[in-house]
């Protein structure tokens, strides 16, 4: 049988957390014949609450399991890891400033980083889910100088997947039919989703929906998707997270399909303009276990003024955190 594959998953307590971690303990990330083993990173008063998940998952007696282990301490929670997801991450509380947010992230994902620098199998990869996402992979990277900063990405995949559901419904057509979405950009409400060279049965999407509609529709409702979730479930989106996220694992470590891409919040190579560096979303294809920001696509004016709108807030972001030091 293959070695168990570490897989470290931190805000193991939390929302997405609970749906995150019965899928991948169940092999729908790594795929069925590769066995897991879960680290799971929390803060000290959540660390009993994750533990009541680890009795569950111990009764889903999931084969692929070969041991689960909760931590408070991230220099044990990523000591040999292969995949790490860093859910766990500071709200934006009443009254807190965007610096406040900033260094409290700030706090966290440069501990972080420091452990996967040390402690991390050769092989890491991450993607950062907890919010500020995007600007938490660049301090994530930042206290990691051992480790290529490519291998710190951060989640867009659930705007990809929402903008494909979303052209899927306008069109009549199932997602599948769906090809060639990107995100561009930060996971905020500035990124954009462009279905400029998305094709829908192999028909180029621009031919079937009217501009209007991605301007004054499409666009709003993928950039907005998580405020509707919370205005009609009562809570922000969780499970949706979650599948997204092992998405991301999942296509970087297995690859995408032949004539498709995916979306990820990557360090900018230069590519499209995005200063080098910026963790920003492009469109990417994977094999091997790499990435590759998908290269020679024409940028017309409005995607252009579009993506440069949500790079300069990154770059904002950037020069945020690096004012505090934590870069
Ligand atoms: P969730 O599990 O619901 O969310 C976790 C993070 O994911 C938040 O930062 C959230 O951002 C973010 N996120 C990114 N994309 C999305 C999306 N599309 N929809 C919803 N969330 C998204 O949060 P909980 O509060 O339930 O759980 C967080 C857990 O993390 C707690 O158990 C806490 O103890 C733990 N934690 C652990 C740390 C550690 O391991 N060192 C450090 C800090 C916290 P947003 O807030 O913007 O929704």
Redesign the pocket.
Known sequence: AAAPVTVTV??A?????YALLFRIASGAMLGPEVPVKLNL???PQ?VH?AEGTVLELLDCAFELVAGIDVYDN?AHAFDGASLALL??????GPGMERADLLAANGG?FSV?GRAINDGAADDIKVVV???P?NTNALITAAHAPDIPASRFTA?TR?DHDRAVAQLAARTGTGVSAVRKLAIWGN?SATQYPDISHATVDGRPATELVEQDWIRDEFIPRVAKR?AEVIAVRGG???AS?ANAALEHMRLWVQGTPEGDWTSMAVPSDGSYGVPEGVVSSFPVTTSGGSYKIVPGLEISDFSRSRIDASVTELQEERDGVRALGLI
């Open positions: 931190t805000g307590a939390g929302q997405i957390g990173l929390e803060v959540a609450a991230p859910v766990g991450a500071k709200p934006r966290i972080q889910v907890g919010n996402a989640l659930l996971h998580g922000s989106s969780a997270a």
